[in-house]
């Protein structure tokens, strides 16, 4: 029985997919590595401010600017990635910044600070129904370098993602 439970969860494409992105440094690479095109994002340009407890994760007080993207992240046509971003311009470059004005992916453009990921929270559809219709959902804080924080996004993974095969590492 625990047997036939394991080679379940190993079988389980977005329990696969939870592993890597917990691994990786960065969800745009991930994504990468399964789209033979460039991600590439498309930015809705609402606003939402960041709550409290957001700005107490990205170590900024109440009048410190935070900015919010809602993209999708696709490959070709299709979306891979429905993600949620508030980050801190003053901790970026201004060309970043103007990137970003854009619809450059975020973790594209950061590349240079050389970024890593703390997981806040991550769960797949089998784990937590409120992720459907996506197959994964994580919340994570994206950090420089240095180990400063840069962004806090919730990152939602389409279905389609899990049919994309992975591109050997170059």
């Known amino acids: 029985m625990i047997l036939a439970a394991l080679l379940l969860a190993q079988a389980d494409p977005a329990e696969d997919l939870r592993r890597v992105l917990v691994a990786a440094r960065s969800a745009t690479a991930v994504l990468q590595r399964r789209c033979a095109h460039p991600i590439r994002a498309e930015v809705d340009r609402v606003q939402k401010p960041a709550?409290?407890?957001?700005?107490?994760?990205?170590?900024?007080?109440?009048?410190?600017?935070?900015?919010?993207?809602s993209v999708a992240l696709k490959c070709g046509a299709v979306s891979v990635s429905i993600a949620e971003n508030w980050y801190v311009p003053a901790r970026l470059t201004p060309a970043m910044n103007a990137a970003l004005a854009g619809d450059a992916p975020f973790g594209a453009v950061i590349r240079?600070?050389?970024?890593?990921?703390?997981t806040l929270g991550i769960a797949t559809?089998?784990?937590?129904?409120?992720?459907a219709p996506y197959v994964v959902r994580q919340r994570a804080l994206v950090l420089d370098g240095q180990g400063h924080p840069l962004s806090e996004v919730i990152e939602n993974y389409t279905p389609v993602l899990l049919c994309l095969p992975v591109q050997p590492s170059p």
């Open 51 to 69: 709550t409290p407890e957001q700005r107490a994760h990205l170590e900024v007080g109440p009048a410190e600017p935070v900015v919010y993207r």
């Open 125 to 131: 559809q089998r784990e937590d129904r409120s992720v």
């Open 112 to 118: 240079p600070l050389a970024p890593s990921r703390r």
